[in-house]
Nanobody, 128 residues
Framework: QVQLVESGGGSVQTGGSLTLACTAA????????MGWFRQAPGKEREDIAV??????????NYGASVEGRFTISRDNAKNTVYLQMNSLKPDDSATYYC????????????????????WGRGTQVTVS
């Protein structure tokens, strides 16, 4: 059974950077949709991903609030997707969840949560 394992969260000052990683342990599919979602303290998880990527084409998509600051990328050899976060703001503080729809490919990778059917446990990011 495939498991998504996030890492890389932590605390950073405003304007700083962090890189999150999500490894799809046990995944054998080459074409996957992967995304990053977040849940701010005291709020529900956002239905729109901050970023998404198709692992075969490398095509990406970003939420409006992070475009230009966050970059999603993948290393297919490691079954890992990264989220490079720059110019972080206190509003970016949240638990970040990796999500996937395995054996999936297409045009522009969707950002809506209903598209994803596999979720990680999350990693905490605090910006102060």
């Amino acid at each position: 059974q495939v498991q998504l394992v996030e890492s890389g969260g932590g605390s950073v000052q405003t304007g700083g950077s962090l890189t999150l990683a999500c490894t799809a342990a046990g995944n054998t599919y080459r074409k996957n949709l992967m995304g990053w979602f977040r849940q701010a303290p005291g709020k529900e998880r956002e239905d729109i991903a901050v970023a998404s990527i198709y692992t075969d084409s490398g095509r990406t998509n970003y939420g409006a609030s992070v475009e230009g600051r966050f970059t999603i990328s993948r290393d297919n050899a490691k079954n890992t997707v990264y989220l490079q976060m720059n110019s972080l703001k206190p509003d970016d503080s949240a638990t970040y969840y990796c999500a996937a729809n395995l054996n999936s490919h297409g045009g522009r990778p969707p950002l809506t949560s209903v598209t994803y059917n596999l979720w990680g446990r999350g990693t905490q990011v605090t910006v102060s």
